[in-house]
């Protein structure tokens, strides 16, 4: 199989999507990709990110981790993202970030390309499935082909059994978290490289 390369692409405010992305980036890697991990800019004021210390703290972990550009979804064979559920959708600085991609769309630089997602939301029911199916449809008009995980491995439904993308309570990637990210990295792999053969 041909080295596909991966760009893992998160917003993270309190964590919990950081944590998914590097597993992603992990396992990617370890199933052969090439893997940029790159977070989307934040897009908040900075006096509203320094005045929750738990925001703070989470941004200066992250610092070192390269923002995303265009260029690494021009590069990239296939993607990984990973966004907190706001109100039933992606994070705004996701879609911020998405919203800069169109130079890149009308080049053709997206079509083709295997693309995968997953969230978090506060509460077990607090939107991430609604998350990924409102991605999705943006990932169709870029021409890319969907990855999701479906049921195509028992990790799937021991990490709560969602088909569309990995979806974490906010604060609680566990293990079992854990494995379900690495089956949907490997799995967007495997298809990548299938693609790129």
């Given at each position: 199989?041909?080295q596909?390369k991966?760009?893992?692409i998160f917003y993270?405010?309190?964590?919990?999507?950081h944590?998914?992305?590097?597993?992603?980036?992990?396992?990617a890697a370890?199933?052969g990709?090439?893997v940029?991990l790159?977070?989307?800019?934040?897009?908040a004021p900075?006096?509203?990110?320094?005045?929750?210390?738990?925001w703070a703290?989470?941004a200066?972990?992250?610092?070192h981790?390269p923002?995303?550009?265009?260029?690494d979804?021009?590069?990239?064979?296939?993607?990984f993202?990973?966004?907190?559920?706001?109100?039933?959708?992606?994070a705004?600085?996701l879609?911020?970030?998405?919203d800069?991609?169109g130079p890149?769309w009308?080049q053709?630089k997206?079509?083709?390309?295997?693309?995968t997602a997953?969230?978090?939301?506060?509460?077990l029911?607090?939107?991430?499935?609604g998350?990924?199916?409102?991605?999705?449809?943006?990932?169709?008009?870029?021409?890319?082909i969907?990855?999701p995980p479906?049921?195509?491995?028992?990790?799937?439904?021991?990490?709560?059994g969602n088909?569309y993308?990995?979806?974490?309570?906010a604060g609680?990637?566990d293990d079992a978290?854990?494995a379900?990210?690495?089956?949907q990295?490997r799995?967007l792999?495997e298809v990548?490289?299938?693609?790129?053969?």
């Open positions: 199989m041909a596909p991966v760009a893992v993270s405010t309190y964590g919990t999507n944590q998914i992305a590097e597993a992603a980036a992990e396992a370890a199933a990709a090439e940029r790159r977070r989307v800019p934040e897009t900075e006096e509203v990110v320094k005045g929750q210390e738990a703290a989470q200066e972990k992250m610092a981790i923002e995303a550009t265009p260029e979804l021009a590069w990239a064979d296939a993607f993202f990973s966004t907190p559920t706001r109100f039933g959708v992606a705004s600085q879609r911020a970030f998405i800069t991609l890149v009308q053709g997206l079509a083709n390309k295997a693309v997953t969230s978090s939301a506060m509460n029911h607090g939107g991430q499935e998350t990924l199916l409102t991605l999705y449809p943006t990932f169709m008009h870029w021409g890319s969907l990855v479906g049921f195509t491995d028992d990790t799937v439904t021991a990490a709560g088909p993308g990995y979806s974490a309570k609680e990637f978290g854990k379900a990210v690495a089956h990295a799995r792999v990548a490289g299938k693609l790129i053969a």
